[in-house]
């Protein structure tokens, strides 16, 4: 192999010198990077001076503080760094590194820690960073087979490229496949799938044919059960939402005025990286990088990822011209046979910085402090939190009627529901946003399924086999309200088919599953996903005896009182009032404060908007079939929020906080991307989410 071409000649350690495998270095100089980059004229003083004060506040590098705001070149860090560290620079592009050195370590360790195994020569591997004050760290994490290994510098940039322009296809082949077999939709088994399916129809058809009566029974048997199991579950989480609130009150009356809550103090912070997927989204510049620019987290400690399809004209076009400050990078997804936003977020998953992962969609306005609140959750949680997920609510319910359902179910499910269900111990099937992670137990679990069409939902479950538990957080995502009706049946049916396929899935092996959650969360999986399901496609058959108030005949009043005695339609009445009930009561208290209370009126009208969902459920079972991995893009962008008021929000802990709506007084994208939210005079998509699959269907 050819000598290799350096900028300037290597600093080699002589053998009296060699320090034992996992340092690797050269001696160090003793001038701090600051001042060398003061003598080589690569920074000015006063921004010095800044990022010195900001470093002293928080665990980061300066390089990376001074980069984060466009206070230094990468080429001007990368030369002061080859100074400090007495060690060579090398660019990939000029003389290319060797593919197999990458492949033992690692494509996507590679690209989490910012190094580049370069080439072996001599019985030496040198390995290129970006990142040299990690490196002695990091060497007794890489192959034994590595031997005696050198430092060399590049930039991370560098290290990106070089690492895709060899690997890239195995990497997006990886993320393919992340989640193994035996939970994963790619091993469904087609024609069972189909026979079961066209086996189900035919004895359907038979049984309406042959005997309509009985098989409608037994439909409504299961559909009533289905229901007193959803009620009871929607029960027990409304009771333990009430006993959460209460105790935060509790806790706030125990601090003493003045004095700030354990969860608001000052903890370290962490690099937070925020996955975004885009798709088909035409006014990405406009709207969503201003929304992001919000964010009053640290811009060092801050990585947003726009995840974009290599396919995808419209975003790329959208993103064309548009300089993009160091906090906020473009992934290209390479193309393949599968086109989903799981498989887009396993392949980002590799360039994330961050040891904390979450992902925004395209049409979310997070909280300006969301990622504040997440590394103090995150700080104060167990060992065992894996996930944080936030509430998501929408920017438009004024738009229509269907707008305003749509809202108050999120209320619902975010604010009381699922804070329950998690409080109850239960498996959280997570949104598709507003969600974050510790890197660690993501990796764990294999990430997301990239075939499965409710991969947050799917997440959920194999986090809870696992023992990782998720936790809500008081930090809102606004979002635009689907408010069309076609548009709303299909994004429900997409929904719908995921959490079809997610319990097939892992019925698999009932027994394993019953091992790994044990009695109580398996029962409580079946109400979640199976239950849910069989509310929305059995649906007609419990709102067809709203006839009976009516006056009108019903086929089965005879068979169920002959079966059940006189009361059987009573108690049936009676079951569907108490689901009312409960339903609306729920709804009520979701909407209580400022924010949605102009909602309390519209609330029982949600008796009238679940039956939407029995046509979503049908067309979702047809699509499990015929289309498992089809995407049913849901479109945003449709309603304009420029002339939106913001309203304020009582938040769980007693503070005020008042969303940021609309535009940002005229100024340019660059100003507002250059914005830092910590400074030393200052306090430091395309692919839709899914958000509830609640179910009031039956009782409607």
Known sequence: MAEPAFQHPPLLLSDEDTPPRGSALAPRSRLPLGQILLEDGAVDPGNLLKAVVMRQRQKVRLGQILMA????????????????????VVDPAITPGDPRLIDAAGAGFCLANGILPWRRIGGV?????????QFADLCPKLPAEFGHIQMLLCEEEQVRTAVLKTRCSA???????????????????????????LTLMAVLAMGLWLMPVILLTVLSVWAALTLVAQTGLKLLAFAASLRIASERRALR??????????????????????????????????????????LDYPRELTDILLVVEAGDSVTRRALEGVSLPFWLRIIEVPAGPLQTKPRALNYALNFCRGEIVGVWDAEDRPDPDQLHRIARGFHHAAADVACLQGALDYYNPRS??????????????????LPGIARLGLIVPLGGTTLFFRREALEAVGAWDAWNVTEDADLGVRLARRGWRTELIDT??????????????????????????????HMRDPRGLWRDLGARRFCAFQVQFFGTLSQYLLAPVLLSFWLLSLGLPHPLREPLAAVWGG???????????????VSITVG??????????HLLGWVPTLHFYFPLGCLAGWKAIYEVVVRPFYWDKTEHGIFDDADITAIPETADDGTVRLPLFGSIGGRSLADLAGQSGDRPDARGAGYAARPPVTSHAASA
């Open 69 to 88: 705001h466009n206070w230094v070149t990468p080429e001007a860090l990368t030369r002061a760094l080859s100074r400090q560290w007495r060690t060579a």
């Open 125 to 133: 591997t040198w390995v290129a960073t970006a990142r040299p004050e």
């Open 171 to 197: 990497m997006i082949r990886a993320a393919e496949l992340s989640v193994r077999p035996t939970e994963s939709c790619r091993t469904r088994n087609e024609r069972r799938s189909g026979g079961l399916a």
């Open 253 to 294: 009356r125990s601090i003493p005025e003045g004095q700030p809550a354990a969860s608001q103090m000052n903890v370290p912070l962490p690099v937070i990286s925020v996955m975004v997927p885009l798709f088909r989204e035409s006014d990405v510049a406009g709207r969503l990088l201003s929304r992001l620019a919000r």
């Open 400 to 417: 229509n009627w269907l707008a305003r359902c749509f809202t108050i179910e999120y209320a619902a499910w975010f604010r009381v529901l």
């Open 476 to 505: 809102t995502t606004d979002e635009e309200a689907n408010c069309r009706v076609l548009p709303w049946i299909r994004q429900r049916s997409r929904w719908l088919k995921g959490y079809a396929m997610t319990w097939g899935v």
């Open 567 to 581: 009361h059987a339609i009573a108690g049936l009445f009676a079951l569907f009032v108490f689901s009312e009930v």
């Open 588 to 597: 009520l208290w979701a909407v209580r404060g400022a924010r949605h209370r």
